[in-house]
């Protein structure tokens, strides 16, 4: 299998043969890892950087009265471990959620990528920056919205994040995360997830299979979220010319 970093920045851009070779180059090293492994810990001096290569992947903070919120959750084709660029410790831990594959490698490739590559650098910046403004909509949700509609919200997120891999329609998801891993996410308790979970059920929008989740109607779903899908579409106008 080729770069899943490439499959996923191609979603928006055409790359070239030499942009493909240049990824290539950062997952030619595995690593395999269970089910709540832990990547990176809170303040760690980690040093690498990771692509994601499947599985599924969080990262959380530890709040002063020992609750935990997860910031983000991590899909096949992700770059982890951006965030601690800017700083000489992480900001947060990375935990494994399912079974996962990802391939480590230095800042020193991604420097090398971003100074012989620089279309390469910027579409990764932009993606970047996507997903910062995703991350901004869903804070907002949960500081503003119902229960319901950040359960709903949160789950249009993940649909539409693993879309772009999928290269297709995508309305049934297999999903690794407990109730709890839900509510950390969105400031919620598990029982308050799985009353809103039933709800979302009982009033069509969504089909619950163990955990397996299937959009009904996906529309109304998103209505009710106020969800904007910020993963779909980016404008690559401004980027410079590949080399």
Known sequence: MGSCLA?????????????????????????????GTIIRREQDRGRELFVLRSGWLQ???????GSRQIMRFFFPGDIIGLSSLALDHSPETIVTVSDATIAPFNR???????????RLAALIFTVTMAERVAMADR????????ARARVASILCEIFARNRVMLKGE??????PLTQEDLGD????????????MRGLVDDGLIARSGNKVGLIDEGRLAAEANFIDRYAKIDTS????AR
């Not at 020193?108 to 100074?115: G, V």
């Not at 995508?170 to 999903?175: N, Y």
């Not at 401004?238 to 010319?241: A, E, H, I, T």
Request: hydrophobic content about 35%; glycine content about 4%.
């Open 170 to 175: 995508l309305s049934e998801l297999q999903l």
């Open 108 to 118: 020193q490739k991604l420097c090398d990528i971003f100074e012989s590559h620089p």
């Open 59 to 65: 990262s959380h903070v530890v709040l002063g009265d």
């Open 139 to 146: 804070l907002a949700s949960i500081g503003r919205t119902s």
């Open 185 to 196: 996410a969105t400031g919620l308790t598990a029982v308050h997830v799985n009353r809103m």
């Open 238 to 241: 401004w980027l410079p010319p």
């Open 7 to 35: 499959e996923r920045l191609s979603h928006y851009l055409d790359l070239t043969d030499n942009e493909h070779a240049a990824l290539d180059e950062i997952e030619v090293q595995e690593r395999e890892c269970k089910r």
